[in-house]
């Protein structure tokens, strides 16, 4: 497991101007070790500075079992990816403040795809949670781009 110290994304957040946008988001893929199958999960916060001039990640990646059946209803991954998402999102409400802030899920909102299934489900469970408009693809870069290529740097 890769882990970041929250405090830290906690202090550059304070520490950025108000203009500065956060965007939160994570990813996930199925695979399989020892006749197992698991999920490695990537979350990524950005921090755009000042709204304008390039950015900071920071994010984690993590592997734990995974519990679905079917690999084309793959629900239980993709709603994990969802609560870590809000749980980052709610660790750093309190410093956010009146920021401009996003959280974007990798969920593709076209029936060919499994990520459809958890697409109304997901996006209910961060208004509810969080407060928050949750965006889906293709406008959802946060989940799809950031934590997508976190993942590989992570894992060096």
Request: one cysteine or more; a negative charge.
């Amino acid at each position: 497991m890769k882990q970041f110290d929250i405090n830290e994304v906690k202090e550059y957040i304070r520490q950025s101007s108000p203009e500065s946008k956060i965007y939160l988001g994570a990813d996930s893929e199925r695979t399989r070790h020892d006749k197992v199958w698991w999920a490695d999960y990537t979350v990524a916060i950005v921090v755009h500075i000042d709204g304008k001039h390039g950015c900071k990640i920071f994010g984690y990646h993590v592997r734990e079992r995974d519990y679905d059946q079917k690999r084309n209803r793959p629900s239980i991954r993709l709603m994990t990816e969802v609560y870590k998402v809000s749980e980052i999102f709610l660790e750093l409400k309190d410093v956010i403040e009146d920021r401009h802030v996003e959280i974007h899920l990798d969920l593709n909102p076209q029936e060919c795809y499994a990520s459809n299934q958890v697409v109304q489900q997901a996006i209910g469970y961060i208004r509810g949670t969080c407060d928050v408009e949750a965006l889906i693809k293709p406008d959802a870069f946060a989940a799809s781009y950031a934590a997508d290529r976190l993942k590989f740097i992570l894992n060096r």
